[in-house]
């Protein structure tokens, strides 16, 4: 985990502070990882997962400029994004929209905080305007 200067977590993930392979791909979960960072792994066979990812838990661990997504293959957004999504500031809302926009792929499971998340990005619910849109109840 990579924590401030307060001691608290930033973010974290199998590989926090550590060195991605080229060839590995990274995930960056705003708040919960919906378990992505399980796949591929196989404790039995001794086997690390395939992916790497990153979940972040606070906006100052974000970046403010698009460059700072370099890299990153999926950004996952879900319920337990909405605080964070709200928290960061518009430099951070810039730079992640225009990540997006440029063509970074997001994985949204929106849930019951559909309503906070998107008014907090309208951008992407102009985004996802005119997708066939599904809603699933457990």
């Known amino acids: 985990a990579i924590l401030d200067e307060e001691g608290r977590e930033l973010y974290s993930g199998s590989f926090a502070g550590k060195a991605i392979e080229p060839k590995t791909p990274w995930v960056v979960a705003l708040g919960?990882?919906?378990g992505i960072e399980l796949l591929g792994r196989n404790e039995l066979l001794d086997k690390e997962a395939t992916v790497a990812v990153s979940a972040v838990r606070d906006?100052?661990?974000l970046p403010d400029n698009v460059i700072?997504?370099?890299?990153?293959?999926?950004?996952?957004?879900s319920p337990s994004s909405a605080n964070l999504l709200?928290?960061?500031s518009e430099?951070?809302?810039e730079a992640f929209r225009l990540w997006a926009q440029g063509g970074g792929q997001l994985l949204v499971?929106?849930?019951?905080?559909?309503?906070?998340i998107l008014s907090s990005m309208p951008w992407l619910?102009?985004?996802?305007?005119?997708?066939?849109?599904?809603?699933v109840k457990t």
Do not use: E, K
């Open 68 to 77: 700072g997504y370099t890299g990153v293959d999926l950004v996952v957004i």
């Open 59 to 61: 906006a100052r661990g």
């Open 125 to 135: 619910a102009q985004r996802m305007t005119g997708l066939n849109l599904s809603t």
């Open 32 to 34: 919960d990882t919906l």
């Open 91 to 93: 430099r951070q809302r």
């Open 86 to 88: 709200a928290a960061m």
């Open 109 to 116: 499971s929106l849930g019951g905080a559909a309503t906070d």
